[in-house]
Nanobody
């Protein structure tokens, strides 16, 4: 069974930095696209950063120049480095991925459990 496990959230002052990690575990899969989303109460989940298997990246305008998505293929892990954090970045952050399940021959979408990021002013 494939699952995504996040880590790295917490409380930080405005201007500070955090790095989130998302590790995919299970058997016989390859990562096609990896993403980070965030959600605040009463709002829709917002895509923050995306990276394809080819390394192409895309960022929400609100985080461009401050957040960086990266990956460690050997560990099936991707990261969100968040610098210059602002109070408006406070949210629950979720990792998400399209994984090719090699044995089953299909692509499934998976979500992490979410991690709270709180930025104090």
């Amino acid at each position: 069974q494939v699952q995504l496990v996040e880590s790295g959230g917490g409380l930080v002052q405005a201007g500070g930095a955090l790095r989130l990690s998302c590790a995919a575990s299970g058997r016989m899969f390859t990562i096609i696209t990896m993403r980070w989303y965030r959600q605040t109460p009463g709002k829709q989940r917002e895509a923050v950063a995306t990276m394809t298997s080819g390394g192409d990246t895309n960022y929400a305008d609100s985080v461009k120049g401050r957040f960086t998505i990266s990956r460690d293929n050997a560990k099936n892990t991707w990261y969100l480095q968040m610098n210059g954090l602002k109070p408006e970045d406070t949210a629950v952050y979720y990792c998400n991925a399209d994984l090719n399940l090699v044995v089953l021959g299909r692509v499934n979408n998976y979500w992490g459990q979410g991690t709270q990021v709180t930025v104090s002013s």
